[in-house]
């Protein structure tokens, strides 16, 4: 039984905790209103996506890793807060069934829908009162329309005091990096749910709530089509996963920095 003189103490905690967080699904208005005010101007706006990612992996493996890198990078940063990761991109076509539509669980928004869904999370981000509003996301569809809404939106509010940029890096620059990594330690590279994604899973998720490891299998010409890999997840590792990891939040940082620093 807890005596009522440690309530208060323990209640106090959970609030410091609560109000600790980046994420801003975790806060209330009012404290979303004061870390603005103590000097959080800064917003991560990052979208992942709900996919097929082969027999072993859960649907939303791009957007655990989008939630979770983007909480990293903004306790980095120090200066910023995360909105809720948009779980939905563009990945295939419905009336062709392609890409990841081939497969069920698979969900896609068309470019127009994801363009004006980050446009506007964003711009309720400006709203809120963040002064510096960086896009970015963990999937390779929505790329180009993370890029315009950001040029669409600077544009517009740059003169008003307002930035808001289009990162790419953590998408583009870290897959370079973890092929060059695979192919230093003699592993194929991949493309999809194979050695990369599924160590960055392992990494995130020792409990495997999201990972089926009875389930790996290595694809190939014939497989590819039915099991929606491509690669070999059974070369992963959690050790690896925290390599391909880090390369996302540190070029997320270092690219913010970057552009932080930049003349207008």
Do not use: C
């Not at 801003?24 to 103590?38: C, G, M």
Request: overall charge negative.
């Amino acid at each position: 039984m807890i005596r009522p003189a440690i309530l208060p103490i323990l209640i106090l905690a959970a609030s410091i905790a609560r109000a600790q967080s980046v994420y801003i699904e975790d806060l209330t208005w009012t404290e979303v209103r004061d870390a603005i005010a103590a000097g959080k101007t800064s917003a991560i706006i990052y979208a992942g996506s709900t996919e097929q990612n082969g027999p072993h992996l859960a649907l939303g493996k791009h957007t655990f890793f989008a939630h979770y890198v983007a909480g990293r990078v903004a306790e980095v940063l120090g200066d910023a807060l995360v909105y809720p990761t948009m779980p939905f991109a563009p990945t295939g076509d419905f009336v062709l069934k392609t890409g990841h539509l081939r497969f069920p669980g698979s969900v896609s928004v068309s470019s127009d829908v994801f363009l004006g869904v980050i446009s506007q999370v964003a711009l309720s981000a400006i709203n809120a009162g963040f002064k510096q509003i960086y896009l970015m996301g963990d999937h390779g569809g929505g790329q180009s329309e993370l890029k315009l809404a950001a040029e669409n939106l600077d544009e517009e509010w740059s003169a008003k005091g307002v930035r808001v940029r289009y990162v790419p890096d953590p998408y583009f620059k870290e897959k370079l990096q973890s092929d060059q990594y695979l192919k230093e330690h003699q592993i194929a590279t991949d493309e999809h749910a194979g050695t990369d994604d599924t160590s960055q899973m392992m990494f995130i998720d020792p409990k495997h709530q999201w990972i089926r490891t009875d389930k790996l299998a290595v694809s190939d010409i014939t497989m590819e089509s039915r099991t929606g890999v491509i690669g070999d997840p059974t070369k992963a590792t959690a050790a690896m996963g925290k390599v391909f990891i880090d390369f996302k939040i540190n070029d997320a940082v270092e690219q913010i920095r970057a552009l932080r620093s930049s003349k207008p």
